[in-house]
């Protein structure tokens, strides 16, 4: 079983619209979450980090359920800028390890 | 200040050679990563480091050997190259500690092995 898992998508949404992923993770002793964003052939960047009250960055809003083990992400008033891969990552602080889910595809449309 | 810096960009390899991979972060980090992408797999640990002096085993680490040269440098080997390994790869460094443990990447090495 995965560490964490993501819809792979890929998500084809219009310009403007609302769009959320979720992602589960399987460990209970997770301590932290993040969002991150890859474009096409580069590196992962930070998008936010996922607090447990959540958080919210502009368009970005993101959640976490520590009951239910998932994170999520919603995206407001989509941009085409927004097209990319979003990757939800957890760590294990204890154990000094960062555990990716394979990323869910985002395309934004005209 | 160039952040996590990763040589080569691009590699092609025959089966059996060997290589070394190399990264270097300015940003004074302790610990640092190695993660190779494939499709559909998402980001994977190979190895990292806690700090200078010491290194441990991640998710998939058989094939390769890492050093953790200094606080600033972490290079990965690998001896004797198979098509399994190719793939791309990430070198990463964070400060773990307080509220944000976020990571830096470089811009990764894309290694083909024939």
């Known amino acids: 079983r995965k560490e964490v898992e993501q819809d792979p998508g890929p998500f084809n949404v219009p310009e403007g619209a609302t769009v959320a992923f979720n992602c589960t993770y399987s460990n209970s002793a997770s301590q932290s979450f993040f969002w991150y964003r890859q474009d096409c052939r580069k590196e992962p960047k930070l998008l936010m980090s996922?607090?447990?009250s959540g958080n919210e960055d502009g368009r970005f809003t993101a959640q976490l359920n520590r009951a239910s083990q998932y994170i999520s992400l919603l995206i407001r008033d989509s941009k085409l800028s927004d097209s990319a891969t979003y990757l939800c990552v957890v760590n294990l602080y204890n154990f000094n390890k960062f555990y990716f889910g394979s990323g869910t595809k985002l395309n934004v449309k005209p | 200040n160039a952040g996590v810096t990763q040589t080569p960009k691009f590699q092609v390899l025959k089966t059996g050679q060997s290589m070394t991979l190399q990264c270097a972060q300015d940003m004074n980090h302790n610990s640092m990563y190695w993660y190779r992408q494939d499709p559909g797999m998402g980001l994977r640990l190979i190895y990292y480091?806690?700090?200078?002096?010491?290194?441990d085993k991640g998710e998939v680490p058989n094939g390769y050997n890492v050093s953790r040269l200094n606080k600033r440098e972490f290079s990965l080997r690998l001896e004797s190259a198979a098509p399994s390994q190719t793939s791309v790869y990430f070198c990463a460094s964070s400060e773990l500690g307080g509220s944000n443990n976020e990571q830096f990447f470089g811009p990764g090495t894309r290694l083909t092995v024939l």
């Open positions: 480091s806690a700090s200078e002096g010491t290194t």
């Open positions: 996922v607090y447990s």
